[in-house]
């Protein structure tokens, strides 16, 4: 059985998150993107959390809030352990962040490369409110999700 911590993520996990961040954008350039997260975390750092095991980062999650709506950047899991709890525990953090600072609906966009991820949004609440083309680039659509917050 996992023992898994969700703490604030550090500039100092940068080059795993960064690592793990390439499962959950395959259409990003990591440099690029890596600039994006390290923004992200000085812009919200009560957003930014990280899944660690043994002290390991596995996984991480960031948001950030856009006209009184939350709006999930990234969620991703390493390999090795998706599919035991870690993406919920991650989400549920970030959820309760999101709902410290009023919002009532999160959304998130899905790059179509990533479209398996759809499930886990929809066992949590999620469902999908359209899609837009070229959201994440030229070539790069995305698939558009929502939840109502209680």
């Given at each position: 059985?996992l023992?898994v911590?969700?703490?604030?993520?550090?500039?100092?996990?940068?080059?795993?998150?960064?690592?793990l961040?390439m499962?959950a954008n395959?259409?990003a350039?990591?440099?690029?993107?890596?600039?994006?997260?390290?923004?992200?975390?000085r812009?919200?750092?009560?957003?930014?959390?990280v899944?660690?095991?043994?002290?390991?980062i596995?996984?991480?999650?960031?948001?950030?809030?856009r006209?009184d709506?939350?709006?999930l950047?990234?969620?991703?899991?390493?390999k090795?352990y998706?599919g035991?709890?870690?993406g919920k525990?991650?989400?549920?953090?970030e959820l309760?962040?999101?709902?410290l600072?009023?919002?009532?609906?999160?959304r998130?966009?899905?790059h179509y490369?990533?479209?398996?991820?759809i499930?886990?949004?929809?066992?949590?609440?999620?469902?999908?409110?359209?899609?837009?083309?070229?959201f994440?680039?030229?070539?790069?659509?995305?698939i558009t999700?929502?939840?109502i917050?209680?």
């Amino acid at each position: 059985m996992l023992k898994v911590t969700i703490r604030r993520m550090r500039e100092s996990d940068l080059s795993v998150v960064s690592e793990l961040a390439m499962l959950a954008n395959p259409h990003a350039i990591k440099k690029k993107y890596n600039k994006h997260i390290i923004d992200e975390l000085r812009k919200n750092p009560d957003l930014s959390f990280v899944a660690t095991e043994n002290g390991k980062i596995i996984g991480y999650v960031q948001a950030h809030v856009r006209d009184d709506e939350g709006v999930l950047e990234d969620i991703a899991v390493a390999k090795e352990y998706q599919g035991k709890g870690v993406g919920k525990y991650l989400l549920n953090k970030e959820l309760k962040a999101l709902k410290l600072k009023g919002t009532k609906i999160v959304r998130a966009e899905v790059h179509y490369k990533c479209a398996s991820a759809i499930p886990f949004y929809y066992k949590h609440g999620f469902r999908i409110t359209g899609f837009v083309q070229d959201f994440l680039g030229i070539g790069h659509d995305a698939i558009t999700l929502k939840l109502i917050l209680n």
